[in-house]
């Protein structure tokens, strides 16, 4: 069985930062590209950042680039996404990814899915 756990969530004001992780079970997961989606109320899903299986290519949607940072301990099997100068906008539900398939380079909504953490941005 896959298992994701994401933890890390929480209220913080604009400007400050978070650091959201996600542990993975099941298996190994150095061959399969990890990421985060998010998805706000009323609002439908969206990618927010990914790191290939390799862990050397990343992406990012254009919302969080330059503020956002993903990466990757394949050692612990673990993903971590760093969230500097958060806006009222980021405030969301995410959700940890991982691909079906290996050397997968991105990650897409049928992959597994963790159960979510809460993201909160006052202003």
């Known amino acids: 069985q896959v298992q994701l756990v994401e933890s890390g969530g929480g209220l913080v004001q604009a400007g400050g930062s978070l650091r959201l992780s996600c542990a993975a079970s099941?298996?190994?997961?150095?061959?399969?590209?990890m990421g985060w989606f998010r998805q706000a109320p009323g609002k439908e899903r969206e990618f927010v950042a990914s790191v290939d299986w390799s862990g050397v290519s990343t992406f990012y949607a254009d919302s969080v680039k330059g503020r956002f940072t993903i990466s990757r301990d394949n050692a612990k099997n673990t993903m971590s996404l760093q969230m500097n100068s958060l806006k009222p906008e980021d405030t969301a539900v995410y959700y940890c990814?991982?691909?079906?398939?290996?050397?997968?380079?991105?990650?897409?909504?049928?992959?597994?899915w963790g159960q979510g953490t809460q993201v909160t941005v006052s202003s």
């Open positions: 990814v991982t691909s079906r398939t290996m050397y997968s380079s991105r990650v897409r909504e049928d992959d597994y």
């Open positions: 099941g298996r190994t997961f150095s061959l399969h590209a």
